[in-house]
């Protein structure tokens, strides 16, 4: 028993190489489902024997008892009370500490990652690394020395072992194999380049007892692309049998593939330093550049939502992804992060804390202060999450979350529920005194009523977060006693069950199940509750789906490119996206999880195990995985395909793939104007005005707002009926323009100098923010500096029309026309908007009902942009 490694030149035709009838009845483990899925479609045999699964399923029946939830939670548990140890065995700095216990997940992993590499603590060198990565080899050595930890690694030990987990993965979610019909003594594994220890371990384990044959393509050709994978697997110290002698060869009788095959072929011969001739297909190739994520994510949304309007017509199985036009493959995994907040339900099977009520748990947990034993609020998005659970009840759905909104900019420096409900109750003391400078401020419109619900809310939320953890470091049993309390909690609030909708129902069901049975721990830290809390409150691991990444990464391009032979080429093509040189060329490898990097394996241990190395090896080889994947993608399409990038990341303009640069391929900006956009235009429903009426029923003001962006027209002149500032920016800015207006009034014509002008500023702020009451010391600072700067600016621009040199420019009617625009539109330049839109281009704007939004530098100081569908995919938004 022992390893091989193959290599195949064409993934299409793995049946033509010499070993086909070594490996095809054998059993095939992937490394990832999109592999056996491109491997079943390509191959029927495999598919109808169902003789293929992935490493992952291997790697968790192997190892069942080190993948199970109960050993996960103890490791949190036992990681949490080393780092209270560190304070007896080092002098462990209080910040390094916060951020190890605010870290505690990823330092499990850490330590997960050396038991499976069998690292001796003892050996482990803390000369060269940070200061966090000091303090993880502490934690280990404390954990590496006990007896019985929970970090204890057990390895398959037997051949009876191992057969069942082999047996085990290729049952995993399937029914009526016939494990006859495959043969289990010798093992195929497709495509690993980023090995896990686990994986490692696993291979090593196996080969005791069986043949394992590693798998993986290769072309010659192209050999400083496909290196990465020789450097990695010549680790095995063991023969590479690549015999294939087939070079890849674009066909132009592939029509649809064509471009992007000859592009894989100039990539792979520039890699090589070989320059040929330019073919003239690729003078046609283009490159769309994307202006940030945010507009990316606008563009892929709006595909995948097309895409599930189609599913619902044409199928009766939910996989919008089959129905896709583009299929897209990303060097970045930044665009899901956006797209996971627009479609929650594609990322894997929603369980109970990605619903509203599951965020109430979380965020009751997140706002409980252990040290003081009380509610204090850090984010109040934690607040947002519990007003918009449906467990405390409100008067109309969204009402409070709504009136939240409202009144943050007032309430925003408060951490406490208490100080937050004082500050409302100034707020209802002081909306009292009308005054027209608040009837443009969001919390000065919000109804009486809809303030006391909110404190009522609030002052429930409280008690229900007390409630919670008040005894929770009275006496033993603490974890027991807190889920019981919240299995009584949810079912009190939610009442009958049985009355809720299907889904909502199982999940609850399924989940009041969980906590009776759950085998839970007697007692541990509050720390190790939060990080645990997303254990307990899953769902059955079995039952969930898996995800469907919307963009796929490029490690998905392995398998799932083979399934373009068999789509139609006038319905999907394939989409490689983010292709710029940070994220294709980054050596930063993000699967790590915090603090380590590649440095850290360098510096801390000299190890001379394969396993180690090995590991090591395909991390520092991952940022040529992506461009070998690419090179792929490219090569093996049998369909259409495009290609783009982002063009500005956290303010930073990135650079295209270099290869490309080099190929000279044209740049397209991505027009977000485009009529198919995601983000749908408004439409305002008529409610059969004459419109002639309607037109001359619209103020100068809003036929200016119509000019400037025809959106905000529409969500202000039409919908709300007025300009409201809801945002802390826009409120001071509103009140920097109210103070300066004031001031020149005040000074219109007088004699003046820096004192007088000073005394009126400061004088005017405190009549008119003691209104808004919405300033501390440093704003104020700020502000007045702010109103000096302007005013000042206001004197040198008057000086050409002022006759008296000594005293304060005199307010003409058109400057004063423009002080009242200011109120309106804040710092936006108004002198483009003077030239009024007629009142046949507003009728026709009526009639039209499509207000489309102008992008520009005014968005930054729009009263709308907090309600605009399309700001932050315009703004640079990330």
């Not at 690729?282 to 994510?297: G, R």
């Not at 100081?861 to 315009?874: M, P, Q, R, V």
């Amino acid at each position: 028993m022992g390893l091989k490694i193959y290599t195949y030149s064409n993934p299409y035709e793995i049946d033509c190489e010499s070993f086909w009838n070594e490996i095809k009845d054998c059993a095939h483990f992937c490394v990832s489902q999109t592999m056996v899925n491109g491997m079943n479609q390509t191959y029927p045999n495999l598919k109808k024997r169902q003789s293929t699964a992935t490493i992952k399923s291997l790697v968790n029946a192997l190892y069942e008892d080190w993948e199970s939830i109960n050993t996960n939670i103890r490791q949190i548990m036992e990681v949490d009370n080393a780092i209270s140890e560190l304070d007896s065995q080092t002098t462990c700095l209080e910040n390094v500490k916060r951020s190890l216990l605010f870290n505690t997940k990823s330092i499990v992993s850490c330590i997960r990652m050396f038991k499976e590499l069998e690292l001796d603590s003892g050996l482990m060198n803390k000369k060269d690394l940070n200061i966090d990565q000091q303090y993880l080899v502490e934690l280990y050595k404390i954990i590496d020395k006990k007896q019985n930890s929970t970090f204890s690694f057990e390895r398959a030990s037997s051949q009876n072992f191992v057969e069942k987990a082999i047996d085990d993965a290729i049952l995993y979610h399937k029914k009526n194999v016939d494990l006859s019909a495959i043969n289990r003594n010798r093992i195929v594994i497709h495509g690993i380049h980023q090995f896990t220890p686990a994986m490692l371990v696993a291979i090593e384990d196996i080969s005791k007892y069986k043949d394992v044959i590693l798998l993986f393509n290769y072309q010659k050709q192209y050999s400083s692309v496909y290196e990465t994978w020789m450097n990695i697997y010549s680790i095995f110290d063991l023969p590479i049998n690549n015999q294939s002698v087939n070079q890849f060869v674009p066909m132009p009788l592939l029509i649809n593939s064509y471009q992007s095959n000859v592009l894989a072929d100039y990539i792979g011969h520039l890699s090589n330093g070989e320059f040929i001739e330019k073919n003239k297909i690729l003078n046609n190739l283009e490159i769309i550049e994307f202006d940030n994520t945010t507009e990316f994510a606008n563009y892929v949304a709006m595909l995948f939502d097309k895409a599930k309007k189609t599913n619902r017509q044409n199928s009766n199985v939910n996989n919008p992804l089959e129905f896709m036009e583009e299929q897209l493959y990303s060097a970045s995994g930044k665009v899901n992060d956006i797209l996971r907040a627009y479609f929650p339900e594609q990322f894997g099977e929603r369980h109970f804390l990605d619903y509203p009520i599951g965020h109430f748990f979380v965020s009751t947990t997140n706002m409980w202060d252990y040290e003081t034993k009380s509610v204090r609020i850090e984010n109040f998005s934690d607040i947002k999450e519990c007003l918009n659970s449906g467990i405390i009840c409100e008067s109309n759905s969204g009402q409070l979350v709504s009136t939240f909104n409202m009144v943050e900019p007032y309430i925003e420096k408060e951490n406490t529920i208490d100080g937050i409900n004082k500050k409302i109750n100034q707020l209802i003391k002081n909306a009292n005194k009308k005054h027209e400078d608040k009837d443009k401020v969001g919390y000065f419109n919000v109804n009486f009523d809809a303030l006391q619900e909110l404190k009522k809310a609030l002052t429930e939320l409280e008690q229900i977060i007390n409630s919670f953890f008040y005894d929770f470091d009275n006496g033993g049993d603490n974890f027991r006693r807190f889920y019981k309390r919240i299995r009584a909690f949810i079912i009190s609030r939610i009442g009958d069950i049985n009355e809720l909708d299907e889904e909502m129902h199982t999940v609850i069901e399924r989940l009041l199940t969980r906590l009776e049975e759950s085998d839970l721990p007697e007692n541990g830290t509050f720390n190790s509750l939060k990080h645990t809390m997303s254990y307990y409150l899953n769902q059955d691991e079995n039952i969930a789906r898996g995800a469907h990444w919307i963009v796929r990464n490029f490690d998905q391009i392995d398998g799932d490119i083979l399934r373009s032979a068999t789509q139609d080429p006038d319905k999907v093509c394939y989409h490689f996206c983010c292709l710029s040189d940070k994220d294709i060329c980054s050596g930063r490898d993000e699967r790590l999880p915090w603090p380590l990097d590649i440095k850290f394996f360098e510096y801390s241990y000299k190890a001379l195990d394969f396993k180690y190395q090995l590991f090591l090896k395909s991390k520092m080889e991952y940022r040529n995985f992506k461009r070998y994947a690419l090179l792929y993608g490219l090569e093996f399409n049998r369909v259409a395909c495009k290609l783009s990038y982002v063009k500005n990341e956290e303010n930073k303009d990135n650079d295209l793939f270099y290869m490309f640069k080099l190929l000279g391929v044209n740049i397209r900006k991505h027009s977000s104007f485009n009529s198919n956009n995601y983000l749908g235009h408004m439409l305002i429903e008529s409610k059969g005005e004459d419109i002639e009426e309607a037109v001359k029923m619209i103020s100068t003001e809003d036929k200016m707002k119509l000019k400037l962006c025809p959106y905000r027209f529409a969500l202000e002149s039409i919908e709300q009926g007025k300009t409201i500032f809801r945002d802390r920016f826009l409120i001071h800015s509103y009140l920097k323009i109210l103070i300066s207006n004031s001031v020149k009034k005040k000074l219109n014509g007088k004699p003046y100098n820096d004192d007088i002008i000073k005394k009126a500023i400061q004088e005017e702020y405190e009549v008119i923010e003691v209104r808004f009451r919405i300033s501390d010391e440093l704003e104020k600072t700020q502000i007045i500096s702010s109103v000096y700067k302007e005013i000042y600016s206001y004197i040198s621009s008057m000086k050409k029309y002022n006759r008296n040199k000594n005293a304060f420019p005199i307010i003409s009617s058109q400057m004063d026309r423009e002080m009242h625009l200011k109120r309106d539109f804040l710092n936006i330049s108004i002198k483009g908007l003077l030239d009024i839109p007629k009142d046949e281009e507003v009728k026709q704007a009526l009639i039209d009902k499509k207000f489309y939004c102008k992008h520009g530098k005014h968005c930054l100081y729009c009263a709308s942009k907090d309600i605009c569908l399309e700001y932050g995919a315009n703004t640079g938004g990330e």
